[in-house]
């Protein structure tokens, strides 16, 4: 059984190959096309916006990563200068740590502060 995110990029890659063939078919046989769908325009003016859209869509695709790109930049907060970092972790490195004793080391050392002062007595 496959799961999800694989049946997803199978279907696109189905999807993907078959586009490719259609798009190959008809930049290379605008004519043929033309006559299998009863479109009267020349082979010249569908091979023409079989070039124009794609590149268009990629176009508008270029640019809207660029604009994204760019209202990220713009919008998201400068960092800390790397001083303020170097000052911050120096100052975690200087602060003693205090550990607290064990269960079992801190009843064993009352047992036996227990014996030495009973031995005194």
Do not use: H
Not at 20 to 33: H, M, N, Q, R, S
Not at 42 to 49: A, E, K, N, P, Q
Not at 60 to 78: D, K, R, V, Y
């Amino acid at each position: 059984m496959v799961s999800k995110d694989q049946a997803i990029g199978g279907v696109i890659c189905l999807v993907c190959v078959l586009v490719a063939i259609g798009y190959t078919i008809l930049v290379i046989f605008p004519g043929e096309v033309a006559g299998l769908l009863s479109i009267s325009s020349t082979g010249d003016s569908i091979r023409l916006v079989a070039v124009l859209v794609p590149v268009l869509v990629a176009f508008i695709a270029i640019l809207a990563i660029g604009a994204w790109i760019g209202w990220t930049m713009a919008t998201t907060p400068p960092p800390k200068p790397i001083e303020e970092i170097t000052t911050e972790m120096e100052e975690k490195k200087e602060e003693p740590k205090m550990e607290e004793p064990k269960a079992e080391e801190s009843a064993t050392d009352t047992m036996t502060e227990e014996k030495k002062a009973n031995k005194k007595k």
